[in-house]
């Protein structure tokens, strides 16, 4: 039985991600990652609840790719996004961080049916924190580093 949603065909720039990753499977080539670092006063439950706030209210978060009748096509998924992680790094270190940074940066996204951003909240010690993102491929291709800045920003706004 067919689902009940509504497919939109890629665009040119998804499209070119689309055959990117179907020429170059398992691999991280789309995984762009950027961390905001933030310093002070930090109030990790007021964090994550912005996280939330701002992934419920942007629609192309929820954006979707899935194959019909062999043609790529997109979709908003109607589902609540996953909890936002707090990864502590205060005690292990900042190689631990980097250690951890390489690893995801070098983790390829599933295309198919799945989440295709990360956000996370990253606590290096008690005055320093980040606010990790992978942006969603189709979005990557479309804004440079102060567009992401400005995001992330948007993002704090919410706290």
């Given at each position: ?30 995984v762009i ?23 419920e ?10 194959e ?10 109607g ?14 270190g ?6 951890w ?7 390829p ?20 924190a ?30």
């Amino acid at each position: 039985m067919r689902e009940n949603i509504g497919f939109f065909p890629l665009t040119q720039p998804q499209l070119g991600i689309w055959y990117t990753e179907k020429m170059f499977p398992d691999t991280s080539i789309n995984v762009i990652a950027g961390t905001l670092k933030l310093r002070g006063d930090i109030d990790y439950t007021l964090l994550k609840r912005a996280v939330t706030i701002y992934v419920e209210n942007n629609d192309t978060l929820r954006l979707r790719f899935r194959e019909v009748d062999g043609e790529p096509m997109q979709y908003y998924s109607g589902s609540v996004p996953r909890e936002t992680e707090i990864l502590d790094f205060s005690s292990s270190g900042k190689e631990a961080l980097y250690k951890w940074d390489t690893e995801r940066t070098r983790t390829p996204f599933r295309l198919i049916d799945s989440e295709l951003y990360e956000i996370c909240i990253i606590r290096i010690s008690d005055r320093e924190a980040g606010l990790s993102e992978i942006p969603p491929p189709y979005l990557r291709c479309m804004v440079d580093s102060k567009c992401r800045k400005r995001h992330l920003q948007d993002l704090l706004r919410n706290a």
